[in-house]
C-alpha cells in the first residue's frame, strides 16, 4: 500500500505531463439556456431532462450564475 506521500509525488507528476485535465465545460449557450428556463420557473429537475444534463449540473450553474 501506497503512502499518502508516495502517491502525493504520483498525482504531482501526472498533473505536470498533463493527465489531468478535468471534464470540458459546459457550452456557454446550454448554461444561458438552463438560466433562462429557471428564471421561467421550470423546475430544475425538468430542465435537466429537457437539456439532457444532469439535475447537478443545473443546481451548478444556477449557482454560479446567482455569484455574479
Request: hydrophobic share 40%; charged share 25%; aromatic share 2%.
Amino acid at each position: 500500500m501506497q503512502s499518502s506521500s508516495e502517491n502525493d509525488k504520483g498525482v504531482a507528476k501526472a498533473k505536470a505531463a498533463g493527465k489531468y485535465k478535468g471534464r470540458k465545460p459546459l457550452a456557454t449557450e446550454l448554461r444561458q439556456e438552463v438560466v433562462a428556463l429557471a428564471s421561467n420557473g421550470v423546475a430544475k429537475a425538468q430542465i435537466a431532462r429537457q437539456l439532457n444534463i444532469g439535475e447537478a449540473s443545473v443546481y451548478r450553474i444556477l449557482a454560479a450564475n446567482k455569484k455574479t
